[in-house]
């Protein structure tokens, strides 16, 4: 086995078993044949329809209760602190359940970054996105059946730029709250930590649902929290209102953004991708 080398303090070197696995190919129609590919790609509808039809309605319900016309006040229901809890306890959760299957991505942002990162093909990522945004509409669907007097009163949980923010806002904030998640990700589930730091262990869908929580934490009040194209594309595509519409395009440029730095920023300055490559380059006679 091929030994990854690090320097210690001391100037000496220390090996340790370890060897990167090796890239996805960028196009495997093999995947197309076997049935685990496709029990994947359902693992990822159900993991996102679950998780919309659990956050939505936890945003709806939370707005019923502190609604005036009910009597509600802003003390009432689960606070925007309960509704970060929703989207990231149900984050964990999915991902516990769906990662030793389909990876566990649920998010449109997290498999172009992987994609990119050649942690999976172009094949895989493209239907896992088909299936993420499918779920998502599902799920939102089911939300509006069983709240059809609340769902369009309450916005059907669809995220929207909030006033007083600029598009540029929206967008930065959804840059950089996708760039928590997904660096949260590549760090959570990197297989050189894991035998490095073996004696540590890590439950990869704890950190990845923290991350979830805080970043909603950080920009409901200013997008609503998107941070997942399928998100916001399901709710929107439900509730099919004029102002869901209207920014849409900022909850899908802004985590793919980050996604894309986050890959970046993992593989090729903390791994040093680039310095190996250019060592191995250089290597060669």
């Not at 449109?108 to 990162?117: H, K, N, R, S």
């Not at 399901?234 to 985590?255: H, L, M, R, S, T």
Request: with cysteine; hydrophobic share 45%; charged share 15%.
């Amino acid at each position: 086995m091929a030994k990854d080398v690090e320097v210690v303090e001391q100037g000496e070197f220390a090996a340790k078993d370890y060897q990167d696995p090796p890239p996805a190919p960028l196009i495997d129609a093999e995947e197309l044949i076997k049935w685990s590919f496709y029990r994947a790609v359902i693992a990822e509808f159900i993991a996102t329809l679950l998780f919309l039809y659990i956050t939505v309605l936890t945003v709806i319900g939370y707005k019923s209760q502190t609604d005036p016309i009910h009597n509600g006040t802003n003390c009432d229901g689960v606070g925007i602190l309960g509704i970060a809890w929703a989207f990231g306890g149900m984050i964990f959760v999915l991902v516990y359940c769906t990662a030793g299957i389909s990876g566990g991505h649920i998010n449109p942002a997290v498999t172009f970054g992987l994609f990119l990162a050649r942690k999976v093909s172009l094949i895989r990522a493209l239907l896992y996105m088909v299936a993420q945004c499918l779920g998502a509409i599902c799920g939102c669907g089911l939300v509006k059946g069983f709240q059809k007097a609340y769902y369009p009163r309450y916005g059907g949980g669809a995220n929207e730029l909030q006033p007083g923010y600029s598009k540029g806002t929206g967008l930065g904030a959804e840059i950089i709250g996708t760039f928590v998640l997904v660096y949260t990700v590549f760090s959570a589930t990197d297989p050189k930590r894991s035998a490095r730091d073996s004696h540590v262990p890590v439950l990869a869908p704890l950190p990845i649902g923290f991350a979830v929580f805080m970043v909603h934490l950080a920009t409901i009040p200013v997008t609503g929290t998107g941070i997942n194209p399928a998100r916001s594309f399901g709710a929107a595509v439900i509730y099919n209102e004029k102002k869901a519409w209207d920014d849409q395009w900022i909850f899908w440029v802004g985590p793919f953004i980050g996604a894309a730095i986050a890959a970046f920023y993992h593989q090729f300055v903390l791994r040093a991708g680039a310095i190996k490559a250019l060592g191995s380059f250089r290597s060669n006679p």
